[in-house]
T-cell receptor, first 111, second 111 residues
Framework: SQTIHQWPATLVQPVGSPLSLECTVEGTSNPNLYWYRQAAGRGLQLLFYSVGIGQISSEVPQNLSASRPQDRQFILSSKKLLLSDSGFYLC??????????FGSGTRLTVV | GQQLNQSPQSMFIQEGEDVSMNCTSSSIFNTWLWYKQDPGEGPVLLIA?????ELTSNGRLTAQFGITRKDSFLNISASIPSDVGIYFCAGSTNTGNQFYFGTGTSLTVIP
């Protein structure tokens, strides 16, 4: 079964600073990869998903971008963070119609 | 994207009580999943359902795939304090690999 490694667990960044969150997957190849944001411990908002290297689909226009430089690596970035970017960021993966496996999340606070 | 309505939004129950929550969709789904998210963690898969009418148990948890394929139900019997968390439903139409998530049910168990 697949395992997702996501880091860092918590991050405090000033407004206007850049962001890079990394997610790597073990135990599977050619997974679908997803970035979600969760505000106030509630619903999951899909930000980006990728079905292969270099293939990124954006669900919501925003201040963030995603990249997939390797098959099992998914990166969430921002050039200049906004206060509204604060939240709990989750990386997830799946194969075909298998259920998602989630990472342990990154708590981002923009100050 | 697909809309999944999950209810209730939150529940406060006494330890030992049974819990019921449901999820409805505007579209027919071929797979339903139920996840639990502990505070500060990523969601973890509880039960997966692949067939209309299917009833599946995982310990004190029982989930059902609705006959109409537009809904699913999760029941927790004899709740205990560690059942606290947010429960998410997720569904897939199988036209893609993507799952759509409900808005979550926040469960609080009072000892």
């Amino acid at each position: 079964s697949q395992t997702i490694h996501q880091w860092p667990a918590t991050l405090v960044q000033p407004v206007g600073s850049p962001l890079s969150l990394e997610c790597t997957v073990e135990g599977t190849s050619n997974p679908n990869l997803y970035w979600y944001r969760q505000a106030a411990g509630r619903g999951l908002q899909l930000l980006f998903y990728s079905v292969g290297i270099g293939q990124i689909s954006s669900e919501v226009p925003q201040n963030l971008s995603a990249s997939r430089p390797q098959d099992r690596q998914f990166i969430l970035s921002s050039k200049k963070l906004l206060l509204s970017d604060s939240g709990f960021y989750l990386c997830a993966c799946n194969r075909a119609w298998d259920g998602y496996t989630f990472g342990s999340g990154t708590r981002l606070t923009v100050v | 994207g697909q809309q999944l309505n999950q209810s209730p939004q939150s529940m406060f129950i006494q330890e030992g009580e049974d819990v019921s929550m449901n999820c409805t969709s505007s579209s027919i789904f071929n797979t339903w999943l139920w996840y639990k998210q502990d505070p500060g963690e990523g969601p973890v898969l509880l039960i997966a359902l692949y067939k209309a009418g299917e009833l599946t148990s995982n310990g004190r948890l029982t989930a059902q795939f609705g006959i109409t394929r537009k809904d699913s139900f999760l029941n927790i019997s004899a709740s205990i304090p560690s059942d606290v968390g947010i429960y998410f439903c997720a569904g897939s139409t199988n036209t893609g690999n993507q799952f759509y998530f409900g808005t979550g049910t926040s469960l609080t168990v009072i000892p």
